[in-house]
């Protein structure tokens, strides 16, 4: 009675995993497999090309992180999805390790969404006040927003994750998912009020409203500034710094404001898991691709690389 009345850190939970896929499971793992492969390749290049050069503009050092966030967010998801597509039966995560997956999978998502946010001001600085560029975007603040970034977003996955594994868990342990994702965990919770959810959406609103907020506002006074240039010429080039940031946004955006800001009773298990293959899989292999082929910084260090 009291292993299916609470939640007991000895217990273990069943990720199902793709169990309905049966003959198209050796396909969907080459598929990913492939997939993740290109995407670690593709982040660790970009990480070692920003790294390796002795000095880059403040833009350069928050597509770092940004490769580095990406980097951990595939390899806290990815290999157990690839387990999950092996296993037929599923496979087994225990209280601890699904509890620590769940709160490194929010943070990473959280402090990419501050991380985006400061992007934007890096934009707007550098288009609505080109003069004041240096003095405003130095190495010191760089650094501090982005350790405010990983901060933030530690932070709040913290409370997030230790709200939802305080909850009891009366029903089945099998978690119809390939990781151990918040929605996923909560409709496990054998409660009947929207409490629950509560911390979800305040999680929500901190991670993802907040920092699209900033953006908007950022983007708004982008837009403003441009309106104002005499030059085509000169539009078109300060447009094109911010369409890189713009698609990854509203890419990471898009998919996350689809999977969590929305009511309980919405949860569909397969629906859901294939939003979360692309925003796990396909997503992290776009950034990389978007940025490279868009910033010429980026492909001309990349090109100093490979010819090292």
């Given at each position: ?144 927003l982005s350790v405010s970034c990983c901060l933030g977003g530690f932070a709040v ?102 999977i969590y800001i929305r009511p309980k009773s919405n949860y569909r298990p397969a ?38």
């Amino acid at each position: 009675e009291r292993n299916n009345n609470s939640s007991d850190s000895t217990m273990e939970f069943l990720l199902l995993g793709f169990s309905e896929l049966l003959c198209l499971r050796v396909l969907f793992f080459l598929i990913f497999l492939i997939v993740h492969l290109a995407t670690l390749v593709g982040n660790v290049m970009i990480f070692m090309a920003v790294s390796m050069e002795p000095s880059h503009s403040p833009m350069l050092s928050f597509l770092c992180q940004l490769s580095l966030i990406e980097l951990c967010y595939t390899l806290v998801v990815v290999p157990r999805a690839l387990l999950s597509l092996v296993v037929v039966e599923g496979s087994r995560i225990s209280f601890i390790g699904c509890a620590t997956q769940m709160h490194l999978f929010v943070a990473l998502g959280g402090a990419e969404c501050f991380l985006l946010a400061a992007m934007s001001y890096d934009r707007y600085v550098a288009i609505c006040h080109p003069l004041h560029y240096p003095a405003v975007m130095h190495e010191g603040l760089c650094l501090r927003l982005s350790v405010s970034c990983c901060l933030g977003g530690f932070a709040v996955a913290l409370g997030l994750t230790v709200s939802v594994f305080r909850l009891p868990f009366c029903r089945s342990r099998c978690i119809d998912h390939f990781f151990c994702d918040v929605p996923a965990v909560l409709h496990l919770a054998c409660t009947r009020s929207y409490a629950p959810e509560l911390p979800l959406l305040a999680a929500s609103v901190l991670l993802l409203l907040l920092p699209f907020l900033l953006i908007l506002t950022s983007y708004i006074c982008i837009a403003a500034a441009l309106l104002h240039f005499t030059s085509a010429v000169g539009r078109g080039k300060a447009f094109s710094t911010c369409v890189s940031h713009l698609t990854i946004t509203l890419l990471h955006y898009g998919c996350a404001t689809f999977i969590y800001i929305r009511p309980k009773s919405n949860y569909r298990p397969a629906r859901d898991k294939m939003v979360s293959l692309v925003y796990t899989n396909i997503t992290p292999l776009l950034y990389p691709l978007i940025y490279s082929l868009r910033n010429k910084e980026i492909r001309e260090i990349l090109r100093k690389m490979m010819m090292r």
